[in-house]
């Protein structure tokens, strides 16, 4: 397993933007699906977006569409989640979570994720 490493959560209000950051430790991330998923009070984990093993394409929830970007920087090894124009429910906490295997088309499913990370929180006032 890599160890996941993130960071960028807080308190926003709402029209407000935020950027989570995860670096995986010790291992880059290539031919790696990367992904965020996220998991509000009192409901189960749920996807928001990944990255595909090769970085090309992209996939979103649909609830996140057109307001969160994700994208990487190979140079940095870093994973980011730009996220704008949030809402309250979007609070919850984010985990930056990593396939379990090389050349999975996308980590969007609880079954394709090998790591998490350690979850950062985002807090969304109205």
């Known amino acids: 397993q890599v160890q996941l490493v993130e960071s960028g959560g807080g308190l926003v209000q709402a029209g407000g933007s935020l950027r989570l950051s995860c670096a995986p430790s010790g291992r880059t991330f290539s031919f790696y699906a990367m992904g965020w998923f996220r998991q509000a009070p009192g409901k189960e984990r749920e996807f928001v977006a990944s990255?595909?093993?090769?970085?090309?394409?992209?996939y979103y929830a649909d609830s996140v569409k057109g307001r969160f970007t994700i994208s990487r920087d190979n140079a940095k090894n870093t994973v980011y989640l730009q996220m704008n124009s949030l809402k309250p429910e979007d609070t919850a906490v984010y985990y930056c979570a990593a396939a379990r295997k090389s050349y999975i088309d996308f980590v969007n499913t609880m079954a394709d994720v090998g790591s998490w990370g350690q979850g950062t929180q985002v807090t969304v006032s109205s």
């Open positions: 990255f595909s093993w090769n970085g090309i394409r992209t």
